[in-house]
């Protein structure tokens, strides 16, 4: 059985910096892409970065780069997410997802986390 | 970028069908058979139910359909039931940016 679970989110200060965990288990996970997708309170979902199965390409939303690192780590089964300089816009619930495919091309996220909450605030 | 556009809302009765279009450009949804939906019930974690225009995953009704026209795409649900109530969201890849973008999200009623 697929199993993504994210941890990490917390109530965080404008300006500082956060790291989100997904650990996975159930599938080959350096067979495929992993992405963060992000739903704010009230508001769609928003796709954030995405990351190919051996981290040869990287995306990231316009709303996050040069703030958010993704990375991954094949041998310990598990997805990154750094976030730095955090804003308030950046408040939402931050699901780990699976892609069905070995690009970072989202050709469809088979397998969601539960989420983890980041709230930017002071 | 802007998120692609889909109704904020449509409403149907039970055993009816609905359909919730998608629009895109041309460097995306008119491209690309990259195309992907998603059913959000609140509280949940969403679930993929068409993917490359077309294809439904296992386990997913034959009620859900998808398909595209030029620059926009439409999921298709039909033989409406009460549990089908929930947000939908269309996905696709841009060549703009090189990576992903969701549509607003449409909210279905089941009367």
């Known amino acids: 059985e697929v199993n993504l679970v994210e941890i990490g989110g917390t109530l965080v200060q404008p300006g500082r910096s956060l790291r989100l965990s997904c650990a996975a288990s159930?599938?080959?996970?350096?067979?495929?892409?992993m992405h963060w997708v992000r739903q704010a309170p009230g508001k769609g979902l928003e796709w954030v970065s995405g990351i190919s199965w051996n981290s040869g390409s990287i995306v990231y939303a316009e709303s996050v780069k040069g703030r958010f690192t993704i990375s991954r780590d094949n041998a310990k089964n598990s997805l990154y997410l750094q976030m730095n300089s955090l804003r308030r816009e950046d408040t939402a619930l931050y699901y780990c997802?699976?892609?069905?495919?070995?690009?970072?091309?989202?050709?469809?996220?088979?397998?969601w986390g539960q989420g983890t909450l980041v709230t930017v605030s002071s | 970028q802007s998120a692609l556009t889909q109704p904020a809302s449509v409403s149907g009765s039970p055993g009816q069908s609905i359909t919730i279009s998608c629009t895109g450009t041309?460097?995306?949804?008119?491209?690309?058979?990259?195309i992907s939906w998603y059913q959000h019930h609140p509280g949940e974690a969403p679930k993929l139910i068409i993917f490359e225009v077309t294809k439904r995953p296992s386990g997913i009704s034959s009620r859900f359909s998808g398909s595209k026209s030029a620059n926009t795409a439409s999921l298709t649900i039909s033989g409406l039931q009460s549990e089908d109530e929930a947000d939908y969201y269309c996905?696709?890849?841009?060549?703009?940016?090189?990576?992903?973008?969701f549509g607003g999200g449409t909210k279905l009623t089941v009367l």
């Open positions: 996905c696709s890849y841009s060549d703009v940016i090189t990576s992903v973008l």
């Open positions: 997802v699976k892609d069905m495919g070995e690009a970072e091309v989202g050709t469809g996220f088979d397998y």
């Open positions: 041309s460097s995306d949804i008119g491209t690309y058979n990259l």
């Open positions: 159930g599938f080959k996970f350096d067979m495929f892409a």
